[in-house]
């Protein structure tokens, strides 16, 4: 059972273009969270994602950021018009239709740096 | 609103023992969990605590105290390989989305 797959492992892209960062959970995971981490700070949340819902985007900019979980293929955390700020490491944990306490898998995380 | 707080930096020698204290304050506690993160690499979950007392697995023991919002990770026997980051999280309400602390890095010495 592969764990939870980010892709990319590094992305660099240049201020003012998109990033796509995508995370395919965990085999049997309903449950996606897209966490960001930056530099010398602890992980932050930024959105619960179920197939096809977004049940949680509090953590979200509320601007250029947006996420998704289709019914078919990754979850996609979106990023318009980086700006250098927007670097960091995000990471994507998935946890089964369990329940709120279950443990939850992450990933490797993208590492973004905007230049 | 919620607030996690951890020691930012702490140092132990090869073999001792060491303690990592979390306090917490948040609304509709309903677990607390302890990941550990190596640099450069995914957090790995550690413990899950969601009633009072000590929960033990291994060299690694983690306590929660309710009533005080207090919670902390034990390491025994430590090891070089334990050096690394050490992240205290609550969960709240029925999301299940982590709230961090800021992490403890701990630095094992020989």
């Known amino acids: 059972n592969a764990g939870v797959m980010q892709n990319p492992r590094h992305l660099v892209r240049r201020r003012g273009q998109e990033a796509r960062l995508r995370c395919s959970p965990m085999k049997g995971h309903s449950h996606v969270y897209w966490y960001r981490q930056l530099p010398e700070e602890g992980l932050k949340f930024m959105v619960y994602l179920q197939k096809e819902n977004i049940i949680d985007e509090s953590g979200m900019p509320k601007e250029r950021f947006s996420a998704e979980f289709p019914k078919e293929g990754p979850s996609i955390l979106r990023i318009q018009q980086v700006v250098r700020g927007d670097s960091a490491a995000y990471f994507c944990?998935?946890?089964?239709?369990?329940?709120?306490?279950?443990?939850?898998?992450f990933g490797q995380g993208t590492r973004l740096t905007v230049v | 609103g919620q607030n996690i707080d951890q020691p930012t930096e702490m140092t132990a020698t090869e073999g001792a023992i060491v303690q990592i204290n979390c306090t917490y304050q948040?609304?509709?506690?309903?677990?607390l969990f302890w990941y550990q993160q190596h640099a450069g690499e995914a957090p790995t979950f550690l413990s899950y605590?969601?009633?009072?007392g000590l929960e033990e697995k291994g060299r690694f023991s983690s306590f929660l105290s309710r009533s005080k919002g207090y919670s902390y990770l034990l390491l025994k026997e430590l090891q070089m390989k334990d050096s690394a980051s050490y992240l205290c999280a609550v969960t709240s309400g029925n999301t299940g989305k982590l709230i961090f602390g800021q992490g403890t890095t701990l630095q094992v010495k020989p």
């Open positions: 605590n969601v009633l009072d």
């Open positions: 948040t609304s509709g506690f309903n677990g």
């Open positions: 944990a998935s946890s089964p239709p369990r329940g709120a306490n279950t443990e939850a898998f």
